[in-house]
């Protein structure tokens, strides 16, 4: 069982910056899927950013432009760089890894962002 851990969320003013990271188990590299999802109070699991196993990225238009992910394959972690933060970013950030070839997943504890004055 892959464990991932999530940490550098925080509460945050409109306008901030926020690097979560998301530290793995197990290999985030060669036939992994790995990304970023939030919940927002109330509201369903959505995805934010993520790498699909081919190492493209994919974005919600949402954060298009204001929000980035990379990763270090040697440190087996996933960052998510936040910038210019709306209090709608608000959420629990979870860290989702998947196997594409045997399709097991795994999801982090979460962490929490809020953005507000």
């Known amino acids: 069982q892959v464990q991932l851990v999530e940490s550098g969320g925080g509460l945050v003013q409109p306008g901030g910056s926020l690097t979560l990271s998301c530290a793995a188990s197990g290999s985030i590299f060669g036939g992994i899927a790995v990304g970023w999802y939030r919940q927002p109070p109330g509201k369903q699991r959505d995805l934010v950013a993520a790498f699909t196993s081919g190492g493209t990225t994919n974005y919600a238009d949402s954060v298009k432009g204001r929000f980035t992910i990379s990763r270090d394959v040697a440190k087996k972690t996933v960052y998510l760089q936040m910038n210019s933060l709306k209090p709608e970013d608000t959420a629990v950030y979870y860290c989702?890894?998947?196997?594409?070839?045997?399709?097991?997943?795994?999801w982090g504890q979460g962490t929490q962002v809020t953005v507000t004055s």
């Open positions: 989702k890894r998947r196997n594409v070839y045997s399709g097991l997943e795994n």
